[in-house]
């Protein structure tokens, strides 16, 4: 029987590197009915034509074509992820057509500070190595007011479920427990949605002073 991964180990940027690379290929077929969960989560972060938005996160890229069609042509899409192998299988769905693909870890990210409109990040909770500092550096890189979308296209209990374990009062999505997170990461929690076919936090930027710039050279 294979070993469980800890929760240390999802943690651990090597590790999640090493998970999706042997996963990216087939990923897309192990879900495939996630399609008009990421769709409906993309129009609730309420993007704007012409905005600039980051899927932070990004695996193979199926939020991408959602967030170009929120944006329009004059937008900015772009997509960033730690596994180049991801990016790959992006490609050759053909979404690299809706928006720039970075391989960047999120806690590093090579933008400049107030750059982006919003941030969308699926699944992305559970794989930041500091939850807080990792919050810290979306906010950097996004405008005051700008928004957060974190998503899941199913909710913490089916989730837990599907990795055969209950849901634990310590999990860092729940509600009580998450509020605080985002706030010391720059983050005030506007709505919060956790059910079985979804689970969908929206969050907009403190206001605080920060620089006008776009992608790092």
């Not at 991964?5 to 996963?23: C, G, I, L, N």
């Not at 989560?41 to 980051?54: F, K, N, Q, S």
């Not at 079985?196 to 930027?205: E, I, P, Y």
């Amino acid at each position: 029987m294979a070993q469980e991964t800890t929760k240390d180990q999802w943690r651990d940027p090597a590790h999640v590197q090493e998970f999706f690379s042997v996963r990216a290929r087939d990923w897309d077929a192990r879900f495939p009915g996630d399609g008009p969960a990421y769709d409906a989560a993309v129009a609730d972060l309420g993007l704007r034509r012409g905005d600039v938005v980051l899927d932070a996160g990004c695996g193979t890229g199926r939020a991408l074509p959602a967030l170009r069609a929120a944006v329009g042509p004059q937008g900015v899409v772009v997509g960033a992820d730690l596994t180049p192998a991801m990016l790959e299988a992006a490609v050759r769905a053909g979404r690299q057509r809706s928006g720039r693909l970075l391989v960047a870890d999120v806690t590093r990210l090579p933008l400049r500070d107030g750059s982006l409109d919003a941030v969308f990040a699926a699944g992305l909770v559970s794989h930041l190595s500091d939850l807080v500092e990792g919050l810290r550096e979306l906010a950097r890189a996004v405008r005051p007011g700008g928004r957060l979308a974190l998503f899941h296209p199913v909710g913490r209990a089916a989730l837990a479920a599907r990795h055969g374990r209950p849901v634990t009062p310590d999990d860092e999505r729940a509600e009580p427990n998450l509020r605080p997170l985002l706030a010391r990461g720059g983050w005030r929690l506007d709505s919060y949605t956790d059910e079985d076919t979804r689970f969908l936090v929206l969050a907009s930027r403190a206001d605080h002073p920060a620089r006008n710039g776009a992608i790092r050279s």
